[in-house]
C-alpha cells in the first residue's frame, strides 16, 4: 500500500486523538526508522522516550520470542517465574522493597494515587488524603492522573475532575510547605517535567522537599515514567539528587516498547495493598516481564547508561554550541539524554524542517523542541544530529 493511501485509511478508522508525523513507519533499528517509501530517519523521539536500547535490540527480541513460545499470560492468580525476577532486578536497582506491576504510566501513577491514600487512611484514618501536585506536570490521561496533571488544558471539557488534588508551583519551596496541611497524604513530582517543557528540580528543592515529606510523614511519590531506567544518566534520575523516593513511578522505557508499567515502594508503604486493594489484569505478565528482564539486563551488560551518561554531556556541548550561535535559542534544559530547547521561533515548523532532512524529534508547547534519543546512540549518530540542526537553524525565521 502507498503511504498516502495509508494515511487516508488510517484518519478514516483511528479516533482523532493525536497530531501524528505525515509518514509510516515499518521498521526500526537501533536509532533508526524506516518509513513506507523507504525514507531513513535518525529518530531522536524514540516513540517517546520508550525505546531507550534502540529499536529491534536483538535481546529484547530474542526474550519475546522464546518467552511466547512458552507462556504468554495466565494472570496474577497464580506465581510466574518471568515476574519474580523482573521484580528482584527492579528492587537490587532501586531503593524500593516492593514492585507491583501494570500496564502503563498512567496506570503507574493511579496506582500510586491509591497506595498514598490507602497507607494514609490505614495509618491516620479518614480525611488525610490530599495529593499535592506540580504546576505545568504531566502524570497521564485518565481522570485520576488527569486531575494530578498542573496542566489545566487537559482538564478541558472532561470536568468534573477529581477532588484531593493540590498544584502548587514547581521548584518552590515555599509554596511547597505553605500547602502541606492535616489533610495532605503525598507530593507527587517529576524531577523532570518531560512533557510540560523539560523543566529540571533544582537539587537544594529536592532535598528540602525529601526532609519537609519525611517530618511530616507525607509520601514523596516520584513520577519517573520518563526519567526512569537510565535517561538521565543514572538507573533512576532520584539518585542525581542523592535523596530516595517513598514510591516510584516506571513505564515507559521499562519493557523498551513491550507495554509495562510498574511502582516501586518501601515494605512500609506498599503493605498498605493487601489482597483486593488493587489488581491488573495483565499486570506484569510474562510476556511484559520478560521484555523487563531483557531491557535491565542490556542496560547493564552493554553499559548503557554510561553510554547515555557520555554522550548526553557530548549533545550538551553540541547544543551550548548552537545557543551560542543562534540568538533566537533561550534556552538549553535537561540532563543525560533528556534534552530541551527552548526557542523564540516556531517550534512545529522546525520539527517538520528536520523530518524532511530525515531526523525525527518532536516540540512541546510550540516552543520546546526535545531531543530524547535511545541511550545506546552514538557520538557520531550524535554529530549527524547536529550538523543537520545547524543547517536548519541558519534557514530558521525569527
Ligand atoms: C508519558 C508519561 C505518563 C503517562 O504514561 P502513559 O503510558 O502514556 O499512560 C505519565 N507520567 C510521565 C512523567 C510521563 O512522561
Redesign the pocket.
Known sequence: MQQDELIKKAKQYLANTYTRFPIVITKGEGCWLWDLNGHRYLDFLSG??VCSLGHAHPNVVEALTIQAKKLFHVSNLFYMEPQTKAAEMLIEHSFGDKVFFCN????A?EAAIKLARRYSWKKYGEGRSTIITMESS????TIA?LSATGQPKFREGFAPVLDGFIHVPFNDIKALEKSIDKETCAVMI?LIQ??GGVYVADKEYVRKLRDITRDKDVLLMI?E??TGMGRTGTFFAYEQYGIEPDVM?L??ALGNGFPV?AIIAKDAVMEAFEPGTHASTFGGNPLAASAVIATINTLIDEDVIKNCAETGKYLYKGLMALKKKFPFITDIRGMGLIWGIEVTANGDEIVKEFLKEGVILNCLKGKILRLVPPLVVKKEEIDIFLEMASRIFERVKV
Open positions: 517517546i522516550a502503563s504510566g498512567a496506570e501513577n504531566f502524570h497521564g490521561r492522573t517529576e518531560a512533557e513520577d515514567v520518563q513511578c513505564a515507559k508499567g
